[in-house]
């Protein structure tokens, strides 16, 4: 069985590919026994502390409380396993969702594979919505393996490592040996009678930009595939193994940064598109956090691992402090910002990447409550982007990069700023708008970005089970039930789209897919997840209290 590879993507003989062997390794790796484990101490309460201490983590010991109970308990119907063991009645529309989210699913060979973007027959051009997104399928995959479904996941999880061996060329440029593809699809020959997969890793993307985040989205899910069923075989095979490392070789690898944060072009995440986040954005840095101490739980204690888990306590505990400190804003801090002295010249000065004052923009000030705060967009030198991003504040509180303080602050910003965040429709993916001169500088005059539409303050139903996961952690399930309930009137009649445009999110975007998939499991995973909080353990993390630096006082040391 042959690949079918385009744009400049070739297949190298070095490398994992999809032959007849693949299908072979695939077959014993799915025939594989699960393993249920006893729960002892729980691998989240663990300290990094525990990597100096003890050198690094033994066999025994590196999955022990990773089973969750819930999962196992499989549907028969096609409606949320979790329904049985509650006797409320579910909403009208939970059933539609199912009916659409399967309708979505992608076979290969025989077996479930993943979920195409979306089944929008209404729309003339297909583009690449009818192809397999490694983040898009995230809340998918956490919907089935909340209903007790996770072959699928495992098949997902398995395939894209293979599609990762590939040999990754864009033009005569190589790409990096542990990049993850944004996306894929399953090509059918009906001459031949014989399927075959075809892998974008950037090279058809618009902007040509590689995805930073499937990397990340795919260690993230198989830690939540492995708490959920107790397979701790999966993640403990060779192929994982390698694939983990790959990825973090990318990531931790030495270079002239003297940040902790990772540098990424423009459109590398789920905002895709030119809209200044260049830099150092708080999506890529939350879940590169997030995938760090996921990996950290899955590595093994080999000579090849133990390199491996070194690194990443030393990065978690630098990326953990700078974040606290640079990213974060709140009342106080932004004062601190706004009396700012510039050019300082040496190793106490207080403004450390000489910010001008005068760059905060005017909507900030209103906009920042006495209570609340939040992680800003990026953090550069001699610059900050003060935009409100709702997945990487959200990640941060699920990977406990926020410390608890942070966390509530960023709730109760939420609930001050519930018309602006929130509206008619959750979420705004991010706050304020760029609008006029900024807009056609920042976008390139970009017509997909205009104001408060798609990422540029467009709002985004897929978010929705991020905010509830973010409610359910911070004990504020009240916030996700009225979010919830606002979604829930609009979503089933506008036909699941993809996003909302308007300041309040009132309208249906412009150029929005309907029955878009992650619209639809967003919502799933958000219903499932309220009704059994148990579920939030596949996406959370406790926080570690060695990481638990003091937060750097800027108003302290103005005065020294």
């Known amino acids: 069985m042959e690949l079918a590879v385009g744009g400049g993507m070739r297949r190298s003989a070095s490398h994992a590919s999809l032959s007849e062997s693949d299908d072979f390794e695939l077959t ?43 999962g196992g308990l499989r549907s028969l119907v096609g409606t949320p396993a979790s329904s049985a063991l509650h006797s409320f009645e579910p909403h009208p529309i939970v059933g539609d969702a199912w009916e659409a989210l399967r309708r979505s699913l992608v076979f290969f060979r025989g077996q479930p594979l993943g979920t195409v973007a979306a089944v929008d027959h209404a729309s003339e051009e297909v583009l690449n919505y009818d192809q397999v997104f490694v983040r898009d399928f995230v809340p998918s995959a956490l919907a089935f393996l909340m209903n007790g479904e996770p072959d699928i996941v495992k098949n997902f999880l398995l395939k894209t490592l293979l599609l990762q061996g590939w040999e990754k060329k864009v033009d005569r440029f190589k790409l990096g040996e542990g990049a993850m593809p944004a996306s894929f699809k399953v090509m059918h020959d009906a001459k031949k009678g014989v399927e075959t997969l075809h892998a974008d890793f950037g090279e058809s993307a618009i902007g040509r930009v590689a995805p930073v985040d499937s990397g990340f989205w ?74 760090l101490r996921c990996a950290l739980q899955m590595l093994k204690h080999d000579n090849e691992g133990k390199e491996f888990v070194e690194k990443i306590a030393t990065r978690l505990h630098a990326l953990s402090y700078h974040m606290r400190s640079y990213f974060w804003l709140d009342f106080q801090q932004l004062n601190d910002i706004y009396r700012y002295k510039t050019e300082e010249y040496s190793h106490t000065a207080v403004n450390k990447f000489n910010v001008i004052p005068d760059s905060i923009p005017d909507w900030l000030f209103d906009f920042m409550p006495c209570q609340g705060g939040f992680f800003i967009g990026n953090v550069s030198p001699a610059r900050m982007d003060f935009r409100w991003f709702a997945l990487g504040n959200m990640i941060a509180i699920l990977s406990s990069l926020a410390t608890p303080e942070q966390s509530v602050a960023i709730m109760d910003l939420i609930e001050e700023r519930w018309e602006e965040l929130i509206g008619e429709m959750p979420l705004k993916i991010c706050y304020p708008a760029i609008e006029n001169h900024e807009w056609r500088i920042v976008t390139g005059c970009d017509p997909k970005n205009t104001r408060w539409s798609y990422h540029n303050g467009g709002s985004w139903p897929v978010l929705l089970w991020l905010l509830t996961a973010a409610c359910i952690k911070t004990g504020r399930p009240q916030i996700a039930r009225r979010a919830i309930d606002l979604a829930e009137r609009r979503l089933l009649k506008d036909g699941w789209p993809e996003y909302y445009d308007g300041k309040l999110g009132r309208y249906v975007g412009k150029q929005a897919r309907k029955f878009q998939t992650w619209s639809i499991a967003g919502y799933l995973v958000a219903k499932m997840m309220l009704e059994d909080p148990s579920h939030l353990g596949m996406i959370s993390l406790e926080e570690d209290k060695a990481m638990l630096k003091p937060v750097l006082k800027r108003s302290a040391s103005w005065t020294n």
């Open 28 to 70: 014993r790796l799915l025939s594989k026994p699960r393993i249920n484990v006893e729960r002892q101490r729980s691998f989240d309460d663990r300290s990094l502390s525990d990597v100096s201490h003890s050198g690094g983590y033994g066999r025994g010991g590196a999955f022990d409380g990773m089973y969750s109970p819930g």
């Open 218 to 291: 795919w260690i993230i899910l198989l830690r939540a595939y492995t708490k959920t069923t107790g397979d701790l075989t999966l993640a403990e095979t060779p192929e994982c193994q390698k694939g983990m490392r790959l990825i973090l070789s990318l990531c931790l690898s030495e270079g002239f940064d003297t940040f902790p944060t990772l540098l990424c072009a423009d459109g590398c995440c789920m905002i895709d598109r030119r809209m200044g986040v260049y830099g150092y954005p708080i999506e890529i840095q939350a879940l590169f956090f997030m995938a």
